[in-house]
Protein backbone atom coordinates (compact mmCIF):
# COMPACT_ATOMS: atom_id res chain seq x y z
CA UNK A 1 0.00 0.00 0.00
CA UNK A 2 1.07 3.40 -0.74
CA UNK A 3 1.05 6.08 1.18
CA UNK A 4 0.84 10.04 -0.40
CA UNK A 5 1.17 13.53 1.14
CA UNK A 6 1.18 16.78 -0.62
CA UNK A 7 2.24 19.81 0.83
CA UNK A 8 2.92 23.21 -0.69
CA UNK A 9 -0.74 24.30 -1.80
CA UNK A 10 -1.81 28.12 -0.44
CA UNK A 11 -3.06 31.47 -1.93
CA UNK A 12 -1.01 33.34 -4.34
CA UNK A 13 -1.89 35.91 -6.65
CA UNK A 14 -1.99 35.71 -10.28
CA UNK A 15 0.88 35.81 -12.09
CA UNK A 16 2.48 34.61 -9.08
CA UNK A 17 4.23 30.83 -8.55
CA UNK A 18 3.69 27.47 -6.63
CA UNK A 19 5.66 24.50 -5.97
CA UNK A 20 3.58 21.20 -5.01
CA UNK A 21 5.31 18.48 -3.16
CA UNK A 22 4.01 14.96 -2.97
CA UNK A 23 6.20 12.09 -0.74
CA UNK A 24 5.30 8.63 -0.45
CA UNK A 25 5.63 6.01 1.11
CA UNK A 26 5.15 2.51 1.76
CA UNK A 27 6.17 1.38 -1.83
CA UNK A 28 8.29 1.08 -4.72
CA UNK A 29 8.26 4.75 -5.97
CA UNK A 30 10.17 4.43 -9.25
CA UNK A 31 8.00 1.31 -10.23
CA UNK A 32 4.95 4.31 -10.38
CA UNK A 33 3.63 6.38 -12.63
CA UNK A 34 2.63 9.54 -11.01
CA UNK A 35 0.51 12.11 -12.03
CA UNK A 36 -1.22 15.45 -10.86
CA UNK A 37 -5.08 15.75 -10.31
CA UNK A 38 -6.82 18.99 -9.68
CA UNK A 39 -10.62 19.58 -8.89
CA UNK A 40 -12.29 22.98 -8.88
CA UNK A 41 -15.64 23.46 -6.82
CA UNK A 42 -18.98 21.87 -8.55
CA UNK A 43 -16.45 20.41 -11.61
CA UNK A 44 -14.73 16.38 -11.94
CA UNK A 45 -11.41 15.91 -11.22
CA UNK A 46 -9.17 16.41 -14.26
CA UNK A 47 -5.27 15.42 -15.18
CA UNK A 48 -3.01 18.38 -15.30
CA UNK A 49 0.28 16.20 -15.65
CA UNK A 50 2.23 13.18 -15.59
CA UNK A 51 5.19 11.52 -15.29
CA UNK A 52 7.30 8.33 -16.23
CA UNK A 53 9.05 6.30 -13.60
CA UNK A 54 12.24 7.50 -16.16
CA UNK A 55 11.82 11.05 -15.01
CA UNK A 56 12.20 11.94 -18.69
CA UNK A 57 8.85 11.44 -20.16
CA UNK A 58 6.31 13.57 -18.84
CA UNK A 59 2.21 14.91 -20.34
CA UNK A 60 0.39 18.11 -19.44
CA UNK A 61 -3.02 19.29 -20.24
CA UNK A 62 -2.82 21.86 -22.86
CA UNK A 63 -4.42 24.82 -20.37
CA UNK A 64 -0.87 24.46 -18.19
CA UNK A 65 1.33 23.76 -20.74
CA UNK A 66 4.53 26.21 -20.63
CA UNK A 67 3.35 27.38 -17.26
CA UNK A 68 3.87 24.11 -15.26
CA UNK A 69 6.56 21.56 -15.02
CA UNK A 70 6.25 17.94 -13.15
CA UNK A 71 9.37 16.39 -12.12
CA UNK A 72 9.66 13.74 -9.70
CA UNK A 73 13.09 12.63 -7.25
CA UNK A 74 13.05 8.65 -6.88
CA UNK A 75 16.28 8.82 -4.35
CA UNK A 76 13.68 11.55 -2.15
CA UNK A 77 10.00 9.31 -3.18
CA UNK A 78 9.19 12.90 -4.04
CA UNK A 79 6.84 14.01 -7.37
CA UNK A 80 7.15 17.53 -7.61
CA UNK A 81 4.60 20.27 -9.76
CA UNK A 82 6.05 23.24 -10.08
CA UNK A 83 3.32 26.14 -11.52
CA UNK A 84 4.39 29.32 -12.65
CA UNK A 85 2.28 32.21 -14.08
CA UNK A 86 -0.71 31.16 -11.80
CA UNK A 87 -3.92 32.37 -13.38
CA UNK A 88 -7.76 32.73 -10.96
CA UNK A 89 -8.67 29.28 -13.22
CA UNK A 90 -5.95 27.26 -11.70
CA UNK A 91 -7.33 27.57 -8.07
CA UNK A 92 -8.89 23.94 -7.15
CA UNK A 93 -7.50 21.16 -4.86
CA UNK A 94 -4.38 19.51 -6.50
CA UNK A 95 -3.93 15.84 -5.99
CA UNK A 96 -0.81 13.42 -6.57
CA UNK A 97 -1.68 10.18 -7.59
CA UNK A 98 0.43 6.84 -8.34
CA UNK A 99 0.03 4.24 -11.20
CA UNK A 100 0.89 0.98 -11.23
CA UNK A 101 1.24 -0.13 -14.45
CA UNK A 102 3.36 0.97 -17.32
CA UNK A 103 0.91 2.55 -20.04
CA UNK A 104 0.49 6.17 -19.60
CA UNK A 105 -3.33 7.50 -18.79
CA UNK A 106 -5.29 10.79 -18.45
CA UNK A 107 -8.16 9.63 -16.20
CA UNK A 108 -8.33 9.43 -12.70
CA UNK A 109 -9.73 6.15 -12.34
CA UNK A 110 -6.91 4.29 -14.15
CA UNK A 111 -4.93 5.77 -10.64
CA UNK A 112 -4.14 3.33 -7.79
CA UNK A 113 -3.45 5.39 -4.88
CA UNK A 114 -4.19 9.55 -4.05
CA UNK A 115 -3.35 11.50 -1.64
CA UNK A 116 -5.51 13.95 0.76
CA UNK A 117 -5.21 17.44 -1.83
CA UNK A 118 -3.76 20.26 -1.44
CA UNK A 119 -5.49 23.57 -1.78
CA UNK A 120 -4.21 26.46 -4.23
CA UNK A 121 -6.45 29.31 -4.34
CA UNK A 122 -5.42 31.88 -6.98
CA UNK A 123 -6.29 35.84 -6.44
CA UNK A 124 -7.04 37.81 -9.52
Known amino acids: QVQLVESGGGLVQAGGSLRLSCAAS????????MGWFRQAPGKEREFVAN????????YYVDSVKGRFTIFRDNAKNTVYLQMNSLKPEDTAVYYC?????????????????WGQGTQVTVSS
Open 26 to 33: GGTFSSYI
Open 97 to 113: AARRYYSDSFFPRDYDY
Open 51 to 58: IRRNGVTT
